[in-house]
């Protein structure tokens, strides 16, 4: 299994950035797919989740409103779109797959795949 997130890079407060997710080597659309970051000296945290049926997303407090996950089944990706970025949104955004049920969907550990992460910078 792979995922291979992309989209990450340097950008002012208040811009946005889209990042992607694509997978392989697992069958896509029955997996719930997670976006999690890391900020410099912090612990990973949950960002947003999406179900394998694309029927519940997930947010934290702190993006809701801001950020949009999305997924392409047919292209076995799933998308991050974040707008109103604020410099404490600096971190490594990784992206995740799993199947936890609806009352883990936040914690890191219920998901079995994990891409390598893509550093998103936000500039004040």
């Known amino acids: 299994v792979q995922l291979q997130a992309s989209g990450g890079g340097l950008v002012q407060a208040g811009g946005s950035l889209r990042l992607s997710c694509a997978a392989s080597g697992l069958t896509f659309s029955s997996y719930s797919m997670g976006w999690f970051r890391q900020a410099p000296g912090k612990e990973r945290e949950f960002v947003t989740a999406?179900?394998?049926?694309?029927?519940?997303?997930y947010y934290a407090d702190s993006v809701k409103g801001r950020f949009t996950i999305s997924r392409d089944n047919a292209k076995n990706t799933v998308y991050l779109q974040m707008n109103g970025l604020k410099p404490e949104d600096t971190a490594v955004y990784y992206c995740?797959?799993?199947?936890?049920?609806?009352?883990?969907?936040?914690?890191?550990?219920?998901?079995?795949?994990w891409g390598q992460g893509t550093l998103v910078t936000v500039s004040s």
């Open positions: 995740a797959a799993g199947r936890p049920i609806s009352s883990t969907v936040r914690v890191a550990q219920s998901y079995a795949y």
């Open positions: 999406m179900r394998w049926s694309g029927g519940s997303t």
